[in-house]
Each structure stands twice: as structure tokens, then as C-alpha cells.
């Protein structure tokens, strides 16, 4: 999973950040490199958007067959399913680049440790270090 963010972020240009040994934990450079990141995505992510309604104003027919009409009204609903997930999506970005605003990014919510630069970059509006989120599921999955 990390592997394929890290890809992600090289489509996006981005090469890992490689800190200096004696480079503090989000210093400015780093929260430059994430909030570049953050920004690229949610624009990657607007465009996405933009194409969508473009295209279903484009391909919005009344198709005479309803099978037609049935498969064109489908697939509209995935999309716009799938829009819908990455407008809470743009929402978490939007979150991300706040808390980086605030100098809060790359901090656990739960616990206040470092979340880590690689975790971050495997995903960026990651908002709990990996042992509280694996902790978060297992509470997840014990409620059902």
C-alpha cells in the first residue's frame, strides 16, 4: 500500500523526502513537500470532477430503448457515487492542508506522536500514527 502512495506521488512528481538526520520533524520543508502534495491531489481530484459533469452533460440522452436508459442512469450512479467519495475526500485534503496552516500536520490525534514522514506520504491526510489506527480497526471490528 505504501509502495502504490509512493507511486502516486511520483504521478504526481514527487520523489520521496529524504530528511537530514538532525532535520526536525516537519520543519518547513517538509510541510512544503506535503502541502504540495495535498495540493496537487485535490487539483488532480477537481479536475476529476469537472470532466464528470462535462461528460454527463455531454452524454445525457434520452435513449428511446429503456435498456439503454437503464445502462446510461447506472453508470451515471457510479460515477456520481464515485464522486461523492472523492468530495469527502477533497473535504479530508482541504482538513490536512488546514491542520498544515496550523502547524498541527503529521501529528497523531489520539496520542500526539509523530505519524511519520513515509506513512504520511503513503497517505497524506492520515490523521492517527499507524499503532492508534490499528487499534481504531480492531475497535471497529470488535462492534461489528
Known sequence: MAEARAQDAKAF???PYEAA?????MSPEQETH?????????????EEVDRTVHHMQDEATNFPDPN???TQESEFS???????????????????????DEHEYGF???????????????????????DC????????????
Open 108 to 130: 497523531c490525534d489520539a496520542c500526539g506522536v509523530e505519524i511519520g514522514i513515509r506513512r504520511l506520504e503513503a497517505r497524506p491526510t492520515a490523521t492517527l500514527c499507524i
Open 21 to 25: 538526520s538532525d532535520e526536525e520533524y
Open 34 to 46: 506535503f502541502r504540495a502534495i495535498l495540493l496537487a491531489w485535490k487539483r488532480s481530484l477537481m
Open 78 to 100: 457510479l460515477e456520481l457515487r464515485t464522486r461523492d467519495r472523492e468530495r469527502k475526500l477533497i473535504k479530508k485534503i482541504d482538513e490536512a492542508l488546514t491542520r498544515l
Open 133 to 144: 489506527k490499528t487499534l481504531d480497526e480492531i475497535r471497529e471490528r470488535q462492534r461489528g
Open 13 to 15: 512528481g514527487f520523489e
Open 68 to 70: 439503454d436508459r437503464a
